[in-house]
């Protein structure tokens, strides 16, 4: 049997077209872009017909996009590159407690050169209230970021309010759209955003390309220094498969949008209501209908994320709990403590996460299998009876 | 290679290029004196040392006219006008 794949927020398999587009790139068309005879003009060709494509998946103008390696660099190099470009304005920053680790670390490392940093609270749904950022936002903000929609709750933040408050502030706005593209419609100029990350491999392209849409004349201090590709700002030889991968893989989302995420909100919304309906004691996290479509996401009671996603993947069923990165780290996840979930309740986080592959039959299976685990688990919980000793106000339900 | 501070020159066009890397500033300057028409003045915002030089010996080089530099705290303001009328 083979494994159904319900872990699209980790990563995509390559559209075959992708593959395809990127091929020639490896053995024939290996040239160096800086390089100025043919072979490297025409690689230096491609690499501008594909930022013309990724910036044509966001709205933005082709000189607007920098490629990086991935999605973490683009956070990375917009959280620390606008940071210190922007310095002068003031040494302080806005992020949300939604955010990725690439996103929360690198404006820890901030903190500690001296850097004000606020996270900015969030509901229970894990909604930043536009008001809440208004109070936080002071003279002295050079930089907000907030993500534009959670993989691991799916919640969409409402980015155009968020980036018209940083706005008439004098703040530069970047949001991490790393999740989103693929599944959303992006559109900068209609998001009023100064920068946005969005990464290949999240809409079947390759690993290894990503890119920063940065605003015409925006500063930024390069994360890596070296020679002049991109414009000077993120120096290293470009990776050219992958970029072009990433530009098919953007044409072909570009195109696709609309339908794909007509065929995901269905399967996702069937297997809500499905495992809302079998299964007693588990909570949907984040927003009921803001959300991404594809994202289905629980927290299951009295049992715990690893031992559920083990006895999945028995039955050949790939999911996730908490967001890709912290699984295996088995901390409760930041982002469910933020929106108001208790710690025992957060460690039966599951995440399925759904894709152009998966039809009705796989929802259907998942249905019939993820009670069935839940259901063995809870024979052999400790807390099968309810959390016992644990206070009432520590107790399932979100607070907030 | 004489470096000439003035003030208050007004420039026609303008490129920011501040952080970006050598050696952008003078991939820029050609690129951006391309559009330009004969006696308009090219304003080049740059933090790379190097332009110091760099770029007067381009305009000697080149016979387009140096008009000199403006420092501001943490960059430099390069004025060029391109020669011929």
């Known amino acids: 049997m083979g494994a159904r794949y319900f872990d699209y927020m980790a990563t995509n398999p390559m559209r075959p077209e992708v593959l395809e587009a990127m091929m020639p790139f490896f053995r024939e068309r290996y040239g160096n872009p800086l390089s100025l005879y043919e072979l490297g003009q025409n690689a230096k060709g491609a690499l501008e017909e594909a930022r013309s494509k990724v910036a044509q998946l966001v709205g933005a103008k082709p000189q607007e996009m920098i490629f990086t390696s991935s999605g973490a660099e683009a956070n990375n190099f917009a959280i620390k ?9 003031g040494r302080h920053i806005i992020v949300s407690k939604m955010e990725h680790h690439s996103i929360l670390n690198p404006a820890r490392a901030l903190e500690k050169e001296g850097f004000a940093v606020t996270f900015l609270p969030v509901d229970k749904n894990g909604l930043v209230d536009p008001a809440v ?34 706005r008439k502030n004098g703040a530069l706005f970047h949001t991490d759209a790393v999740a989103s593209a693929g599944y959303l419609p992006l559109d900068v100029e209609a998001l009023g955003v100064d920068a946005m990350s969005i990464s290949a491999h999240e809409f079947y ?35 050219i498969p992958a970029i072009v991968g990433m530009g098919k893989a953007a044409e072909l989302t570009k195109a ?14 069937r297997l809500i209501s499905g495992v809302l309906e079998k299964i007693e004691n588990v909570y949907l996290t984040g927003h009921p209908a803001q959300r991404l ?43 469910l403590l933020s929106m108001g979930v208790s710690a025992q309740l957060a460690q039966g986080s599951i995440v399925f ?35 016992g000793k644990v206070k009432e106000t520590d107790q399932c339900i979100p607070k907030n | 290679m004489n470096l000439k501070f003035v003030e208050g020159i007004k420039a026609d066009v303008t490129a920011d290029i501040v952080y970006m890397m050598c050696p952008m500033h003078l991939l820029k300057l050609e690129e951006m004196m391309k559009t330009l028409e004969g006696g308009q003045v090219l304003q080049i915002m740059t933090d790379y040392d190097g ?21 501001e705290p943490d960059f430099y303001k390069f004025f060029v006008r391109k020669k011929g009328r």
């Open chain 1, 133 to 166: 950022l208004e109070k936080a936002i002071t003279n002295e903000t050079s930089l907000v970021s907030v993500i534009h929609a959670s993989p691991e709750v799916g919640t969409i933040e409402p980015i155009k309010e968020l980036a018209a408050i940083a």
């Open chain 2, 51 to 71: 332009a110091l030089t760099d770029i007067p010996e381009w305009c000697e080089k080149t016979g387009n006219e140096f008009l000199g530099i403006e420092e």
């Open chain 1, 205 to 239: 392209g390759p690993k290894g390309a990503a890119a920063l849409y940065l605003k015409g004349g925006t500063r930024i201090l390069p994360l890596i220094y070296g020679g002049i590709q991109e414009s000077g700002r993120r120096a290293g030889t470009e990776n």
């Open chain 1, 256 to 269: 696709e949008l609309p339908e794909r995420a007509r065929r995901l909100a269905q399967m996702r919304d």
């Open chain 1, 293 to 335: 479509p594809g994202l289905a996401s629980f927290c299951v009671a009295f049992i715990e994320g690893e031992a559920m996603l083990l006895m999945l993947a028995a039955k050949g069923i790939y999911a996730a709990s908490g967001s890709a990165c912290s699984s295996k780290a088995l901390k409760a996840s930041p982002v």
């Open chain 1, 353 to 387: 996460s759904l894709g152009v592959e998966n039809t009705g039959e796989d929802i259907e299976y998942a249905l019939g299998e993820f009670p069935a685990a839940v259901k063995r688990l809870r024979e052999i919980s400790p807390y099968a009876g309810g959390w």
């Open chain 1, 81 to 89: 590159g606008l940071a210190g470009a922007h310095a002068k304005k």
